[in-house]
Structure formats: C-alpha cells, structure tokens
C-alpha cells in the first residue's frame, strides 16, 4: 500500500513533465477535464489537482493501460457475479425476448 501511495504522489508532483512529454496538447488535457485554461495552468503550477482529475490525466495518457485495466476489472466483476449466482443464461434471455416481441 505504502508503495502504492508513494507513486500515486510522485505522478501527482511531475504531472507537469508527464503533460509535457504526452503525444497531446495541453488544449486536450482542459478540454477532457472541463476546466478553464487559467485554472489548469494554476493547477499546474501548485500541482493541486484533485484525485479524480489526476486519474483521468492518467487515462489520457495511458489509454491502452487503462482499457487493459478496465477489462481487467470487468472480468472479476463478471466472475463474482457468476460464483454468487447473478447471471441468467442465454437461454432464458432468448425466451424472454420471444414472449415480450412474439404478441405484437
């Protein structure tokens, strides 16, 4: 966990350079946070992004280790969901489709 934090506090410290050195510019980044160009740039200077547009910056940036990631987390929500019984097969959607569109 320590771990954890201490990176999450060095990428909130150099967001500047990791902005900086991303394929995009910077209008992208305040367009995606839908905040105003003075705002971002006195957030950048006082590094005082909140944690949730610190994790969107880090979607921005690493889009293909945030997709992997979000499949990641689909695929364990879909086996807790499977080992606690909350899934319904195919059969019994098919069968409901045809009761709900078979009387119009």
Known sequence: MIQTVKEFTQFAENINYYIENSNYK?????????????????????????VKELNKIAELIYPQEFYEWKINQNKIKSREEVENGNF?????????????YQNQ
């Not at 980044?29 to 160009?37: A, H, Q, V």
């Open 26 to 50: 910077t209008r992208y980044f305040i367009e995606s946070l839908d905040i105003s160009k003075p705002t971002f740039y006195k957030k950048v200077r006082e590094k005082s992004f909140s």
């Open 88 to 100: 319904d097969t195919a059969r019994n959607n098919l069968k409901e489709l045809r009761n709900k």
